[in-house]
């Protein structure tokens, strides 16, 4: 069977679904299956499109997208008001390896990164646009100025009571190095704001990168207790200092069926095609909960067998996601997430990755902030690729100046493997930061 009538079958098998669905359905005192657990499926499931859950013309409830300033997570419900999102983060202090070399000669750097963003609401669409250029000077006249430029971009909305549908892009371009100088990127574990993926992936002299990323995304609820979802992404990244291009084409259906209102219990299959550096299919099937434990308390645990073309070099495997984050007291939270799957066009060219990360954040006083995050990530040479293998500790605290303005001073250490070479690289900074209306590190 080739991959078009594969993809077809995946396809007729959902409309298929949804067709018995819908004559199923009624609408006598309905209420969707997403009110029984809201905040606990929509934050860690195994699709890589968050889908907003909606019921009719009433309030949109939140979806939490990470800033792009490194302050923490959006709110983004219908309650927010239409605004403009503006800010601005300058930094200096001392980097000892800038471009992630095997030696490296140390420089004090300079950062400017301006951040704006859009977020637009209506009664059954909400939008969140956003941009952020980290640009990156040094002391030392062996490096150049360089550039890193990022966007994004959340869609979500209803068609219907029981029809939703979510949209989203990212991307990058510019030198990868300059990532660990940026305001660190964040991703809803819950609602606490922990390190995103890429956080834990650096390559020596990767050059320059260009990354792009889109997802969208149906959701259906069939009935009180269940849901069902289709989602396609599609991934790119090119390496000018790897002279590698990757790219990977997923699509993923899941059934989620609600036992109470905190426990619900989901099947999912997920196919994917790599192209660009290799060409091959994988196959995969699983199973996962996700445990509303308490109000602030989530766990989500999803895992299946992935089963691997010939092209992918036969490296069958076992594929996982597990997430749990909870609020200490009011002031304190803490995450840990890990998994193991066929990785992402932006974690380099291996066919499995394996990573996990963990952070705690603690609010001293309403105007000073100390977080930690940790992460390790590698993955498997694959034909004429190097295996890698990385880890990354980030401390910082912040005080709050004033509504809008902010100090931090923060410290990162990064070590990784690339083959043959290893690198070690360190960076300390003290921060201005002005950010009126952005994210935050704690949710109310």
Not at 223 to 249: P, V, W
Not at 417 to 442: D, E, I
């Given at each position: 069977?080739?991959?078009?009538?594969?993809?077809?079958?995946?396809?007729?098998?959902?409309?298929?679904?949804?067709?018995?669905?819908?004559?199923?359905q009624t609408t006598t005192d309905y209420q969707p299956a997403s009110a029984l657990q809201s905040g606990a499926t929509d934050n860690y499931t195994p699709d890589p499109t968050d889908v907003v859950q909606t019921q009719g013309d009433a309030e949109l409830p939140t979806t939490y997208v990470p800033s792009l300033d490194g302050t923490g997570l959006i709110a983004l419900n219908s309650k927010v008001r239409t605004r403009m999102l503006v800010g601005a983060t300058y930094s200096g202090g001392w980097d000892t390896n800038p471009n992630s070399l095997g030696t490296g000669v140390a420089s004090g750097a300079f950062v400017f990164s301006p951040y704006?963003?859009?977020?637009?609401?209506?009664?059954?669409?909400?939008?969140?646009?956003?941009?952020?250029?980290?640009?990156?000077?040094?002391?030392?006249?062996?490096?150049?100025?360089?550039?890193?430029?990022?966007?994004?971009?959340?869609?979500?909305?209803?068609?219907?009571?029981?029809?939703?549908?979510?949209?989203?892009?990212?991307?990058?371009?510019?030198?990868?190095?300059?990532?660990?100088?940026?305001?660190?990127?964040?991703?809803?574990?819950?609602?606490?704001?922990?390190?995103?993926?890429?956080?834990?992936?650096?390559?020596?002299?990767?050059?320059?990168?260009?990354?792009?990323?889109?997802?969208?995304?149906?959701?259906?609820?069939?009935?009180?207790?269940?849901?069902?979802?289709?989602?396609?992404?599609?991934?790119?990244?090119?390496?000018?200092?790897?002279?590698?291009?990757?790219?990977?084409?997923?699509?993923?259906?899941?059934?989620?069926?609600?036992?109470?209102?905190?426990?619900?219990?989901?099947?999912?299959?997920?196919?994917?095609?790599?192209?660009?550096?290799?060409?091959?299919?994988?196959?995969?099937?699983?199973?996962?909960?996700?445990?509303?434990?308490?109000?602030?308390?989530?766990?989500?645990?999803?895992?299946?067998?992935?089963?691997?073309?010939?092209?992918?070099?036969?490296?069958?495997?076992?594929?996982?996601?597990?997430?749990?984050?909870?609020?200490?007291?009011?002031?304190?939270?803490?995450?840990?997430?890990?998994?193991?799957?066929?990785?992402?066009?932006?974690?380099?060219?291996?066919?499995?990755?394996?990573?996990?990360?963990?952070?705690?954040?603690?609010?001293?006083?309403?105007?000073?902030?100390?977080?930690?995050?940790?992460?390790?990530?590698?993955?498997?040479?694959?034909?004429?690729?190097?295996?890698?293998?990385?880890?990354?500790?980030?401390?910082?605290?912040?005080?709050?100046?004033?509504?809008?303005?902010?100090?931090?001073?923060?410290?990162?250490?990064?070590?990784?493997?690339?083959?043959?070479?290893?690198?070690?690289?360190?960076?300390?900074?003290?921060?201005?930061?002005?950010?009126?209306?952005?994210?935050?590190?704690?949710?109310?």
């Open positions: 069977m080739n991959r078009l009538v594969f993809f077809r079958l995946i396809v007729a098998l959902f409309a298929g679904l949804l067709a018995q669905s819908l004559v199923a704006i963003g859009a977020q637009i609401n209506s009664s059954h669409v909400l939008y969140l646009f956003q941009y952020q250029p980290t640009i990156r000077t040094y002391t030392s006249d062996q490096y150049s100025k360089g550039t890193m430029n990022m966007c994004s971009a959340k869609i979500v909305g209803d068609i219907s009571e029981r029809w939703h549908w979510g949209f989203d892009a990212s991307g990058s371009h510019g030198e990868d190095s300059i990532r660990l100088l940026a305001p660190g990127q964040t991703e809803a574990v819950g609602n606490i704001p922990g390190a995103a993926q890429g956080t834990s992936s650096y390559f020596p002299d990767a050059g320059i990168v260009t990354y792009v990323n889109v997802g969208a995304g149906m959701h259906h609820d069939i009935s009180q207790r269940d849901i069902i979802e289709f989602n396609a992404s599609d991934s790119y990244s090119n390496y000018s200092g790897l002279n590698q291009t990757n790219s990977i084409a997923t699509v993923s259906l899941n059934y989620q069926h609600f036992l109470s209102q905190t426990l619900s219990l989901n099947v999912y299959d997920q196919t994917s095609y790599y192209y660009g550096a290799f060409h091959c299919d994988s196959f995969g099937l699983g199973a996962g909960i996700n445990w509303k434990v308490r109000e602030n308390t989530f766990v989500s645990v999803a895992a299946g067998p992935q089963i691997d073309a010939a092209g992918c070099g036969k490296q069958q495997g076992f594929a996982y996601k597990a997430a749990f984050g909870t609020k200490i007291s009011a002031k304190s939270q803490v995450y840990v997430s890990s998994d193991r799957q066929m990785t992402t066009a932006y974690l380099g060219p291996g066919l499995w990755q394996e990573d996990v990360s963990a952070g705690y954040q603690r609010e001293l006083a309403p105007a000073r902030v100390i977080a930690f995050d940790i992460g390790y990530v590698r993955s498997s040479a694959l034909i004429a690729t190097n295996s890698y293998h990385n880890t990354y500790f980030d401390g910082s605290y912040s005080h709050r100046i004033g509504h809008a303005f902010s100090a931090s001073l923060s410290y990162r250490n990064y070590a990784g493997n690339w083959g043959q070479t290893n690198f070690t690289r360190r960076v300390a900074m003290l921060s201005l930061t002005w950010t009126p209306g952005a994210g935050h590190l704690f949710q109310q």
